[in-house]
């Protein structure tokens, strides 16, 4: 499968210090806690990325309404009614239907449907090691807070200045869109490691850290 990063949610305000604890809880190897148990004491304290990305919601916004309206009419034999199914769907998120943004990623496992559109497939990356180097690569692999991720997307960051430098494609670092890069190409391998440091970013600069998904 690889690896895919998936931004996690972020703490909701005055609850800081417990989303860190058990986070690092979480994430640790002590066998004796409960992860079941702390994993819903910490999702009860925390805000979605969707609400960052703002993504429409079911039964709160129109957009998200005609969206599930138009998923059943996908539906080969419904076994319920269009108005039943939109009520089956209030409260799910359409990250499709969200404002463009570095959190959400042009390289992105998200339409194969097991990780959301902001997921970010980290597999390019690990699949440029001889870039990133031994120890970068590793750390591609470590779950982790908002304030180390920031830290990741900015060695992440120095790694494509320099590989950009020294192939000559630094006009590449601000290029949204891979349209019209060569593919396997240094510009190709620029792109991506561009786009991999503006997520780690964005997300961190929103109070997001990052779950390893491998």
Known sequence: MGLDWNPIGRPKP???EDFERLFLLLVG???TVDKDQLAKQWQKIQLSPFETIKAPRVGSDPRADAWARDRYQTIQHPTTSEAEFV???VGYYVAALAAPCDGIPVYSN????YVELYSFRAQFLVDRQEILGHDLTLSLYKSCL?????VLGGKIHDAATLFAHREKVSNI???RSPDGIAPD???ATTHILFSAARWCEYWARHG???????
Do not use: I, N
């Open 87 to 89: 009520r089956s769907m």
């Open 185 to 187: 190409s240094s510009g």
């Open 208 to 214: 997001h850290g990052m779950e390893a998904y491998w």
């Open 146 to 150: 908002a304030k180390d991720l920031a």
């Open 14 to 16: 005055g609850h800081e």
């Open 29 to 31: 190897g002590d066998a």
């Open 173 to 175: 670092e601000h290029v």
């Open 110 to 113: 998200g339409p194969l449907d």
